[in-house]
Nanobody, 125 residues
């Protein structure tokens, strides 16, 4: 069992930056692939980024590639999402997710077993 708590959301102007954090409690954090997803009003939840238990393997949605960076600190049970050059279309609730299954596309929402409650990011134009 893993509990996930996101923080760091807020209101920012277009072009600005935010850093989201996800604190995980439970056992064997380093066994989990960690992901970030987002959901804008009236839309489905979509993949943003993921990082394997080996921090060298990262995955990004095309819409955020080059602007967002995912990282993790297994000693602190934390995963972060650094978001730069934010755009109004990045406005959404952002969710941290974890899974302990392997060999599945990390972009697949249904493959994640544990979810946080989300943190709101609003980018004004």
């Amino acid at each position: 069992q893993v509990q996930l708590v996101e923080s760091g959301g807020g209101l920012v102007q277009a072009g600005g930056s935010l850093r989201l954090s996800c604190a995980a409690s439970g056992r064997a954090f380093n066994n989990y692939l960690m992901g970030w997803f987002r959901q804008a009003p009236g839309k489905g939840r979509e993949f943003v980024a993921a990082i394997s238990r080996n921090p060298g393997n990262t995955y990004y949605a095309d819409s955020v590639k080059g602007r967002f960076t995912i990282s993790r600190d297994n000693s602190k049970n934390m995963v972060d999402l650094q978001m730069n050059s934010l755009k109004p279309e990045d406005t959404a609730a952002y969710y941290c997710a974890a899974r302990d299954s392997w060999g599945i596309d990390p972009r697949m929402l249904s493959s994640y077993k544990y979810w946080g409650q989300g943190t709101q990011v609003t980018v004004s134009s």
